[in-house]
């Protein structure tokens, strides 16, 4: 059966509202949370970007929830620091904290100054950090000359056992690429059809471990609220990749002036109907989605949070 978690989006809501949302959620029936990591917001209405490493410290500790986080070692972060940050947490918290890697956005990676790399060598430098990372949790010494350089780095504090390393991807060719390394595989909402290409492409290259799928979606006591609140929060997030890697905050409120409502609906699912978004849940576990995290692109969480877990949740896990 499907474990449904919490999507927690530090672009959207102030860390200390954030840590009373995973609160909230565990007591409301949430089985996991999931944090995103950005430096900056993707357009000025979302407003916020804490600090995901520091909050997840604060999470851990205040639930009993496991974590995840999408994040993108090779340029803001380097490998060995993201190597330390989880291994000090899963020192911490034993067997509750796992990451999703990914090649980046240019809205937070820019900030090193240093030059946006193509998307085929983003990649390269990714699965250069895969090795260091796993070399790092294996107790190593760490060298490496490449994409990403590494100086004769060790983890002097490591856990029990290492944390999972799950692969990000939206695309076919991606997923059947993370099979090669990853502990298991993450995407986001789409139709149906492109999610079940996605999920064999992994299995039939060998990917393992398991699948987790985070849901963009809005739900408020009318239909045109919860599309209101979809069409401010989540319309810079229409765009497919390359625009979604390669624009600053700046360049997304500039394109998604002219995203309409109804447009929004292609990436958010919007209802008022809590039966609907049930139904549409359901069929992301018949895809064989094992862990789906509930992202509410609305600013304010408890509303959601209350009624998806009251009458969600019961339906789906009863």
């Known amino acids: 059966m499907a474990v449904y978690g919490l999507h ?19 007591d409301a029936g949430f089985g996991a949370a999931m944090s995103s990591d950005h430096f900056a917001p993707w357009t000025s209405a979302q407003g916020e970007s ?90 190593e010494e760490v060298s490496h000359d490449g994409l990403v350089t590494v100086d004769r780095a060790r983890l002097w504090t490591l856990p029990e056992t290492p944390p999972k390393l799950y692969g990000a991807a939206v695309s076919v060719e991606t997923a059947r690429w993370c099979a090669e390394w990853a502990d298991g595989l993450i995407t986001v909402n789409a139709p149906v059809e492109h999610l079940r290409s996605m999920v064999d492409a992994y299995r039939d290259a060998g990917g393992r471990g398991e699948l987790a799928l985070q849901v963009h979606l809005s739900w408020a006591p009318s239909e045109d609220e919860a599309l209101a609140v979809a069409h401010e929060q989540w319309r810079g997030n229409v765009f497919p990749p ?9 360049h997304f409120d500039e394109v998604a002036r002219f995203v309409t409502p109804e447009q929004v609906r292609a990436s958010v699912n919007v209802s008022a109907d809590l039966g609907r978004h049930t139904a549409w849940l359901r069929e992301y576990a018949d895809l064989g989605f094992d862990l789906i995290q509930l992202h509410h692109v609305g600013k304010e969480q408890d509303a959601f949070i209350d009624a998806f877990g009251a009458k969600v949740l019961g339906e789906l896990c009863g």
């Open 242 to 250: 390359p625009v979604c890697w390669d624009m600053l905050p700046a």
């Open 8 to 26: 927690a989006s530090h672009e959207q809501v102030h860390p200390a509202r954030l840590l009373d949302a995973v609160r909230r959620a565990e």
């Open 50 to 139: 804490g600090f995901a490493w520091s909050w997840l410290g604060a999470a851990l500790q205040a639930t009993s929830l496991g974590f995840g986080v999408v994040t993108a070692p090779g340029q803001r972060y380097h490998p060995a620091i993201t190597a330390q940050a989880m291994s000090t947490l899963s020192a911490m918290y034993p067997g509750r904290l796992w990451a999703a890697l990914g090649t980046g956005e240019a809205s937070n990676e820019h900030i090193t100054g240093d030059v946006w790399p193509r998307k085929e060598v983003r990649s390269a430098r990714l699965r250069e950090c895969v090795d260091v990372i796993r070399a790092l949790f294996a107790g």
